[in-house]
């Protein structure tokens, strides 16, 4: 165990308060980006409380962290967290109840961005069928043993398929559809846009297209009982086969210049589609299959989100529209049919939502959060608290009734539930 380690394991436990007390919240887990189904949608039975004490939600454990933007992903009784410590990328398994660290691994990195002063990864881990998914910030894809840590595999993609690194570093979190690793390389130079990896031997499936690299994470659907991936790169969207790469559709979307697409595409019940990005290139709605897509409106308003992955409840989409690094901003509801605004709540900061239990969790960047009901009628916010003091920029995450929530300095755990 390092130093780094060690010191992490001291201050993590010394921190741990009776919030856990021993009470079972059942609840699913959140193994990726955006949760369980990559929609922002908490799983079903997860309950919160309609109030947060004066002083905030209970706080069940807070640890320091390394580096990076990369949110955490929770299966069971392991949380997952991936960070840069000193000149390594590591990937480190804790224990859910303490924070205190099970087991990491890592491997060297010289990534410094082109913009910004972030040089942590930012991609969300992922975990399936046992396995833990990691892409760094310099495209090395890695697979852990999310039981003991083992490494099966790993791929230095850019240098493989001469990806460029991009302004931040690699940004689109890779996604499992078919039995393969689908990831949003960028090699477009080598028809390596997106390449599939096999999860099991680390072997490439396949590799397609010229598409450059996004901050999007892909989206596994089925369509006539085959699997396959939106996926929102650079200046497009497309619908790729799982099975063999296969370009079932390409719509345009982006613009070029100093614009990232960063939000994940969400699926809408009917068979639509909802893309945004912010940089004045506004939001589509689209009917799609595999044939093709077709919009049902578009415009820069009323939501233009740059990368806030909205939420569908009950026909109605909830975002933050705006930019983190151009104020101002502001928590809508939108009507997903029409694109007809329902209402505006300028209180509400830049930042990234979670639903659960009717009511949305909303992590702004500066490290307030905020309990809003989801209502189509009206903004509602319930309750507000500050945990974290610095840039809130990774994904949140909850499971049984516990927020996960970085930034580059710390992790900190909170009791939600009732």
Partial sequence: MTAHARLCHLLCCAVITGAAGGRHVPAGDWPQILGPERSGIAAADERLADAWPADGPPVVWRRPVGSGFAGVAVVGAHVVLFHRDDDREVVEVLDAATGA??????????????????????????????????????????????????R????????????????????????????????????????????????????TAWQATDEQASYSAPVAVERDGAPHVLMVTRLACLLVDATDGTVRWTTPFGQRGPTVNAATPLVLPGGRLFLTASYGIGSVCAVFDRAGITPVWQGVEPLASQYCTPIQLDGSLYCVDGRDDLPPAALECVDAATGRLRWTEPSVGYGTLIAADGKLVVAQADGTILLVRADPERADVLARARPLRGTVRALPALSAGRLYLRDERELVCLDLAP
């Fill in 152 to 203: 099966r595999w790993a791929r230095p993609t850019h240098r493989e398929f001469g990806a460029p690194e991009g302004y931040f570093g690699a940004g689109s979190t890779p996604v499992v559809a078919g039995g393969r690793v689908i990831v949003n390389v960028g090699g477009a130079r080598r028809q390596a846009g997106i390449v599939a990896f096999d999860l099991g031997s680390g072997e």
């Fill in 101 to 150: 660290s099970v087991w990491s691994d890592g491997h060297a990195t010289t990534f410094r961005p082109q913009v910004g002063g972030g040089d942590g990864p930012l991609c969300v881990p992922l975990v399936h069928d046992g396995a833990v998914v990691t892409f760094g910030a310099q495209g090395v894809l890695s697979v852990h043993d999310l039981a003991g840590g083992k």
